[in-house]
Every structure is written in structure tokens, then in C-alpha cells.
């Protein structure tokens, strides 16, 4: 079974930054690509970013464009979203997910939940003001 577990999550300050780390366990079929959510207080969970097979790939949601960015190192079979310029409005649970690709699609970069069929249990990120 595989398991995305997360860390690093924090508070920080207004403009500050933070890396969030995704180690994931566990042995998949399938190649997997990888992404981040977030849900903040009485709001719906929304995609931040994503990171194809290959890695090379990636996608973000328009407001954090520039200011974060999605990574892998295979070696260690973890995923980083290097989160920088924060803003109050980035405050979240964060999460990490895992799309299992087939072999046809490693090019692909996924962004709605239901292509993400492993979760971890998030962390929280604060951005004071």
C-alpha cells in the first residue's frame, strides 16, 4: 500500500519561507506521479501543485505561480513543495497525493483530486501577518 507521509509544515511569516516534504512509502504497480493540495478553514480543498513521472512535468494553480515550487528526488522517494513569498491566503493543511499513471500516460500531469488515489494525513501551514 502506498503511503505519502508529510512534513515540514510550520509557522511562518508574511514573505517568509518553507519547504514541505512527502516521503512516500510503500511499492506501486504502476508509476506514480505526485502532487500538493490544501484545505483551509471553511473552504473546499484546492490543487497547488503537481509533478509528472518523469519529473520533469509540472503544474501549479494560478496563485501560487512563481512563488512555489514542486520537486522529486527519486533517490530518496521523496517529494519537496519549496514554498516561498508566502501570504496570509496560504494558510492550509497541506497535502500530499499520489496518482498512480499508466505507462502510456508518464507524460501526464494530474491536477483533479479524484486522478490522486493516496493521501497522506497533511500538515499545517500558518502564515502570520
Known amino acids: 500500500q502506498v503511503q505519502p507521509v508529510e512534513s515540514g509544515g510550520g509557522v511562518v511569516q508574511s514573505g517568509g519561507s518553507l519547504r514541505l516534504s512527502c516521503v512516500v512509502s510503500?511499492?506501486?504497480?504502476?508509476?506514480?506521479?505526485m502532487g500538493w493540495f490544501r484545505q483551509a478553514p471553511d473552504r473546499e480543498r484546492e490543487f497547488v501543485a503537481a509533478l509528472n513521472v518523469r519529473a520533469v512535468g509540472t503544474r501549479y494553480t494560478d496563485s501560487v505561480k512563481g512563488r512555489f515550487t514542486i520537486s522529486r528526488d527519486e533517490v530518496e522517494n521523496t517529494v519537496y513543495l519549496q514554498m516561498s513569498s508566502l501570504k496570509s491566503d496560504d494558510t492550509a493543511v497541506y497535502y500530499c497525493a499520489a496518482s498512480p499513471q499508466l505507462h502510456s500516460e508518464v507524460a501526464h500531469v494530474p491536477f483533479r483530486d479524484w486522478e490522486f488515489h493516496y493521501w497522506g494525513q497533511g500538515t499545517q501551514v500558518t502564515v502570520s501577518s
Open positions: 510503500g511499492r506501486s504497480a504502476v508509476p506514480l506521479a
